[in-house]
């Protein structure tokens, strides 16, 4: 943040676009913890709800509430200028077939990524692939999960979403099974450009279709020498099974993408552990888990192009 105006002191109230939170620290550019910031002072905070964009402007209040009703002020009006022009609903299948015949002009698309430089090199590398016949065009964008509001942009904009090293929250993940949005996850940047690219082309081969399983919360972490690191978890939701891929986030960040190695139920090898039961999982190549991760199991399956 760089102050413009007054005063900005650890514990104030501070909200910015649809991100709010109380300021718990504030360090200057050298690396100094200070505890308050005036006019042309730039600093880094912790304490938000969410990631912000760079270039919206903040403003600190004396309450929380004070706080939260400016972002979701925000939010409201976000939303009022995303539903706008609502279409048919498409999916990057259909888009070859819809562009012979005429339907397609504009290819929307909705990006979200890990890090503000991928979400730039994802947009200027997806507009670039433009022709005569259909303009790509990235209607929104931002880092983060895609959240409730992506989901209800896409859903009323006939937009694909392309999510890059991030996963959807809950309510969002209802919105896109209930509206039936095309939400497609990368973890490779060139993959997401050629899916696109070969969607235009009519050349898309079959695809693999990720189906959530269900979520897992870690909620103790037991160590083994023959196994490594074990996590104690609890399944909220859904179903994890022996086979599932596994992705894990912390602290809103996807930090892992792999397999389930091992399943237990107390000593025991199970295929699968179902909604409220506990159980011990171990990961292939990856042993940083910790107590409070959120576990999303899921599964590929192969789904013709149409």
């Known amino acids: 943040l760089l102050v413009q105006k007054g005063t900005l002191r650890v514990g104030d109230h501070v909200a910015m676009g649809e991100s709010y939170g ?22 880094e905070i912790t304490g938000l709800n969410g ?9 600190a209040y004396d309450t929380d509430k004070e706080a939260k009703a400016f972002a979701q002020v925000f939010i409201e009006e976000n939303k009022k200028k995303l539903l706008a022009g609502t279409k048919s609903k498409m999916n990057l299948e259909d888009v070859f077939d819809q562009m012979k015949a005429g339907d397609v002009k504009d290819l929307e698309l909705i990006i979200k990524a890990d890090v503000q430089g991928s979400v730039g090199a994802l ?32 859903s ?8 890059f090293n991030v996963t959807a929250d809950a309510m969002a993940r209802d919105i896109i099974e209930h509206e039936k949005v095309d939400l497609r996850k990368y973890n490779v940047i060139y993959s997401a ?21 269900g979520h897992i919360e870690v909620r103790q972490i037991f160590r083994s020498s023959s196994t ?14 022996r086979d599932s891929k596994i992705r894990i ?29 506990e159980c011990g999982i171990t990961l292939k ?21 149409k």
Do not use: C
């Not at 433009?130 to 989901?151: M, Q, T």
């Not at 809103?252 to 039961?277: H, M, N, W």
């Open 123 to 154: 947009r200027e590398s997806l507009e670039k692939l433009s022709n005569d016949e259909v303009n790509v065009k990235v209607i929104h964008s931002g880092v983060g999960n895609v959240n409730e509001s992506d989901a209800i942009l896409a």
């Open 249 to 277: 986030s912390r602290d809103g960040t996807q930090i892992y993408d792999g397999s389930v190695a091992t399943l237990k139920r107390f000593s025991d090898d199970v295929k699968e552990v179902k909604t409220g039961y």
């Open 285 to 305: 190549d990856f042993q940083d888990i910790r107590e409070g991760d959120i576990m999303e199991s899921y599964e590929m399956k192969e789904v013709p192009r």
């Open 228 to 241: 490594g690191v074990i996590a104690g978890s609890y399944i909220t939701d859904g179903i994890v099974k």
């Open 51 to 59: 990631v912000p964009n760079a270039g919206d402007v903040f403003v």
């Open 22 to 43: 109380k300021v718990r620290s504030m360090t200057t550019a050298d690396g100094m913890r200070v505890k308050e910031a005036g006019p042309s002072v730039p600093v």
């Open 156 to 163: 009323a904009s006939n937009a694909i979403i392309i999510a």
């Open 193 to 213: 450009i050629d899916d696109v690219e070969l969607a235009i082309k009519g050349m898309l081969k079959p695809i693999y279709e990720e189906v959530v399983l």
